[in-house]
Structures are given as structure tokens and as C-alpha cells.
């Protein structure tokens, strides 16, 4: 069965236009096939502490706060899933806090490609103004560069953005047919993924990340548990983000 993970870097839940944006999404999937599964999170429901910085994570292998908060419990909802979503606010031009404390628990991934043979795309709505300056298409850059990094095929559009007006509850579309729109052609782009009529493959930019981090975890890094699994999984001894993918799929 398929499985869709969504995560929303807002406390306002199903009030936040953000979270409304990418349900629109799923509802989009759903009505192709009833019977894929979709866990969609918020930050208001969410226990999430910062991340401390100790790099326990990559010289363990486990983050210490995993055991106290939820996110042991994302995590593994997280590698159950086929489509990632991932959703932020605009905050003071950049993701949510919440969304980049979510980013910064998850630094091993960005080592090891913990996501590799998932697809995805990143979403954000924001209130304004947008110019020349305070245009969100950086955060936006930013939260797929993340999503690329730990190994998930962004579809095209890669990203995806939706303005808003009105604050706090009172939040909605500045257009919310083009919203509605813009979220059915995303549907019909991930929905090849879950039905299985199309494979995930490697792009460009899977390949130069893949190729900086090999040779980041180069023998004498200190990430030692991350080079650890690396060895472990052979992946040494590949020479492409395309030849993990045929490892996986094998």
C-alpha cells in the first residue's frame, strides 16, 4: 500500500493555509486511488526540541533527543513513505522555526540519503509582500535543496508557492482557484510514483550532491558513524546517486 508523509511547519494545524495547500494535494491524489495512505503532521501537535549541535547523531548514530520527544515516531513514518511533502509559512523570509528545527534533527540523513527512492516536493504560502527582495522562490530553494539531500526525487515543479492574506486563523488565498489549480498539477505529477507507472530515477542535482558528500566522508572526516554506514552499505564503492537507486530497487 502506498504511503504519503507530510510535514507542516506551522502550530495553526489545520487552520494554517499552508497545511489547507497541501491537503488540497492529497485530496488531488485521493480521488485517483482511495486506497493510499496519507499521514499529513503539523508542528502544533508535534513534541520537538531543538537540535543541540552535540553531533551525537553522526558520531552514534542516534540523537539523544529522540527517546523524549516525537520524533523517533516521525522519523519512522517518515521512512515508511513513498511521496514527501514538506510545508513552511514564510517567516521572516525563510522557512518556519519549526520547520528548520524539524531540518536540523535530521543532519545524518543528509550524510547517508536516508530517502533515497522517495519523491516529493516542497510548498509554502506566504502573506506579503512579495518583490524583487522578499520573493519567497530562495526559501523555497532552500527547503528542496534539503529534500534533495536526503535523497528524495523532486518532481517538476519542484516547488511550490501560494499567496496569502489575513493573519492567523483568518488566513486564505489571494487566488484560491490558481491555488487549487496549482495543487492538481502537482497531484498528477506525484501520482505516477504511487500507482507505479513511473520509477524514480537520478537527476543532476542528486548527482552532485552525491558526489560532494562521498567526498566529505573521505577517510579522517570526523563523522565517523556516518563513514561507519557507509562501509557498511558499500556505498563506497559506488560511483553514482543512479547506481544507489538500482542497489535499493534490487
Known amino acids: 500500500m502506498k504511503n504519503i508523509f507530510a510535514f507542516i511547519g506551522s502550530h495553526h494545524r489545520e487552520h494554517s493555509a499552508t497545511h489547507r495547500f497541501v491537503q488540497m494535494i492529497i485530496d488531488s491524489i485521493l480521488k485517483k486511488d482511495a486506497s493510499i495512505v496519507s499521514n499529513v503532521y503539523s508542528a502544533g501537535e508535534i513534541r520537538m526540541n531543538f537540535c543541540r549541535g552535540c553531533w551525537a547523531c553522526s558520531l552514534t548514530g542516534s540523537c539523544p533527543h529522540d527517546s523524549t520527544d516525537d520524533m523517533g515516531m516521525l522519523n519512522e513514518k517518515l521512512r515508511d513513505a513513498d511521496v514527501v511533502i514538506l510545508g513552511s509559512p514564510v517567516y521572516e523570509m525563510n522557512v518556519s522555526g519549526q520547520m528548520k528545527t524539524f531540518l536540523d534533527r535530521h543532519l545524518t540523513w ?141
Open 110 to 250: 543528509f550524510h547517508r540519503f536516508t530517502l533515497a527512492g522517495k519523491t516529493g516536493i516542497a510548498v509554502m504560502t506566504s502573506g506579503g509582500p512579495v518583490t524583487a527582495i522578499t520573493a519567497p522562490d530562495d526559501t523555497l530553494k532552500y527547503l528542496a535543496a534539503l529534500m534533495l539531500s536526503m535523497g528524495i526525487k523532486l518532481v517538476e515543479p519542484c516547488y511550490l508557492f501560494a499567496e496569502t492574506r489575513g493573519t492567523g486563523k483568518t488566513t486564505e488565498f489571494t487566488d484560491r482557484v490558481k491555488a487549487q489549480n496549482d495543487a492538481r498539477k502537482v497531484a498528477d505529477a506525484l501520482y505516477p510514483y504511487l500507482s507505479g507507472s513511473a520509477a524514480v530515477e537520478s537527476d543532476s542535482n542528486l548527482e552532485q550532491i552525491f558526489r560532494e558528500v562521498k567526498a566529505k566522508l573521505k577517510p579522517g572526516s570526523n563523522l565517523s558513524h556516518d563513514r561507519e554506514y557507509w562501509d557498511k552499505q558499500g556505498m563506497f564503492t559506488l560511483n553514482s546517486f543512479a547506481e544507489l537507486l538500482r542497489k535499493l530497487q534490487a
